[in-house]
């Protein structure tokens, strides 16, 4: 079995990344072979500033490493150290329907919000479905908002067989349903479009600071909150912790309990969960070297595959 999943470099990384994408991809490292690249190119659709998407891209491989990816049991690479992506993601554009694009939820709601929208933005799924197909993926591991986009790779590859044979592994997602969805600190999907989101790593001045200012409602701490299951820390503390989320989401229910206690609880448990990250990321940082072998050796064994695949659908469609 071979899992395929991809990260972009946009920003600094957060817990709707984490829980919704990199745990249960880490997590998929013992079951298969995994190939993890950090996704660059698409990074290009919303980041225009050069040093700061290197600098990005960096950071990625660090918390990726630090997070526990095993660069002897997973393929970890840049997505730009595989070119032969782009000529696929071409060859696979002309056999997308524009409706299907227009479909896409990611699209729709970008532009809806008022994001500049640029044609990268709108070919998205194409390239997604190019970096999913190269390299004969079985299982993608996704959030609940790009499992449409896996669903478009399916259609895309299922028309490209039809109209040149059989070239293409069909993939599959893969979501964990209890945590697809991370809300940010206003209550909406935590995204950094939304600049909503609470840091993996970063100061823990400034990263408890705005988990303290997280907003409430008008109750007093005396009143039940028969709601509890709404609340925004109580949500947040059970994508951390389930067991201890539930647990105070039924102190909260009963009444008696304060919300900055509640806050407080939150960072704690937050905070603790990424210690030995945080320790293992400040080895990464003082050894750089090591990263960037990592990602050499990883865009070597990635790009051996592709070249194959690719190769394969230019034979197919006559390229070649």
């Known amino acids: 079995m071979r899992i395929l999943s991809g990260i972009q470099p946009s920003g600094t990384l957060h817990l709707g990344n984490y829980f919704g994408m990199m745990r249960p991809a880490l997590a998929l490292q013992e079951q298969g072979e ?50 032969e992506v782009c000529e696929l993601a071409w ?15 990611s699209f729709k709601d970008k532009s809806a919000k008022g994001i500049p929208v640029n044609h990268g933005l709108f070919a998205y799924p194409v390239l997604m479905a190019a970096d999913i197909l190269i390299y004969d993926s079985n299982i993608v591991p ?16 299922i028309k490209f067989n039809e109209a040149y044979g059989e070239t293409f592994v069909i993939p599959e997602p893969r979501i964990k349903a209890d945590t697809a969805k991370v809300p940010g600190v206003d209550g909406e999907k935590m995204s950094k479009s939304y600049n909503n989101t609470i840091e993996i790593f970063g100061d823990e001045k400034v990263l408890r600071k705005k988990v303290m200012s997280l907003k409430m409602d008008s109750r007093t701490p005396d009143a039940p909150k028969p ?10 503390l059970k994508v951390i912790d389930a067991d201890v989320g539930r647990e105070w989401e039924e102190k909260l229910r009963a009444g008696g309990l ?63």
């Open 142 to 157: 996704v959030g609940q908002d790009q499992k449409q986009h896996v669903e478009m790779t399916r259609d895309i590859a």
């Open 258 to 320: 304060g919300y900055g206690d509640l806050k407080k609880k939150l960072f704690e448990v937050y905070w603790e969960h990424f210690a030995a990250a945080r320790a293992r990321r400040a080895e990464l940082s003082a050894n750089l070297d090591y990263v960037n072998q990592v990602l050499r050796e990883g865009a070597a064994r990635a790009r051996a595959q592709a070249t194959g695949v690719l190769h394969r659908a230019r034979r197919a469609s006559g390229l070649e």
């Open 34 to 83: 995994a190939y993890y690249f950090i996704a660059n190119y698409h990074s290009m659709t919303s980041l225009f500033d050069a040093p700061r998407r290197r600098q990005n891209t960096l950071d990625v491989a660090l918390d990726f490493l630090a997070c526990g990816l095993d660069p002897q049991r997973t393929v970890f690479f840049r997505q730009s150290d595989v070119p």
């Open 227 to 236: 709601d509890a299951e709404h609340n925004l820390a109580i949500q947040l």
């Open 91 to 105: 060859m696979l554009s002309t056999l997308t329907p524009m409706g299907l694009l227009e479909r896409a939820h």
